[in-house]
């Protein structure tokens, strides 16, 4: 598996980028979902990696650097690559990348129900907790937070 930067250009990259947005938006209840687009994840402060097999996509990841902490935006395996761990080297990765940048703390907000279940479970087992509100987030029954110590 190599995971690398992406500047978003990649066909398989805006598919899957494109299944995530309409996911999360078909999931999520009116008002709560803060999945960014395809232009979005074009900011400056938001570093893209896609991890691939050969020339197949595995998934996607990016970390947005705010003052103090990171936050992970945008991971999604691939529908064919799940079960494979491409999901955990992506986070493997993700938190390496928040290391490399000196923040000290990884923060991230996702939603509730079977769609995020695996996601929140594999944030938990990474060390992910519930944290405080960050970056405009409510917290609710649906919209979750989550902060992981790394510095």
């Known amino acids: 598996?190599?995971?690398?930067?992406?500047?978003?250009?990649?066909?398989?990259v805006i598919a899957l980028l494109e299944l995530h947005h309409g996911?999360?938006?078909?999931?999520?209840?009116?008002?709560?979902?803060?999945?960014?687009?395809?232009s979005g994840l074009k900011e400056p402060e938001i570093d893209v990696f896609?991890?691939?097999?050969?020339?197949?996509?595995?998934?996607?990841?990016?970390l947005k650097q705010h003052d103090g902490f990171a936050e992970i935006k945008s991971m999604r395996a691939?529908?064919?690559?799940?079960?494979?761990?491409?999901?955990?080297a992506m986070l493997t990765h993700l938190i390496a990348h928040g290391r490399?940048?000196?923040v000290p703390t990884i923060k991230l907000?996702?939603?509730s129900?079977?769609?995020?279940?695996?996601?929140?479970?594999l944030y938990r087992s990474f060390g992910f907790e519930p944290c405080a509100p960050?970056?405009?987030?409510?917290?609710?029954?649906?919209n979750k937070l989550y902060s992981l110590d790394i510095g």
């Open 113 to 121: 129900g079977p769609v995020f279940e695996d996601a929140v479970g």
């Open 134 to 142: 960050f970056a405009g987030y409510v917290p609710g029954e649906f």
């Open 50 to 62: 896609a991890a691939w097999d050969g020339d197949r996509l595995l998934a996607i990841g990016a």
């Open 1 to 12: 598996m190599d995971i690398r930067s992406t500047d978003l250009s990649e066909a398989e």
């Open 23 to 38: 996911e999360m938006q078909q999931f999520s209840p009116p008002g709560t979902c803060h999945v960014l687009d395809l």
């Open 109 to 111: 907000e996702t939603g």
């Open 100 to 102: 490399s940048l000196d």
């Open 78 to 88: 691939h529908p064919d690559a799940r079960g494979t761990g491409a999901g955990k």
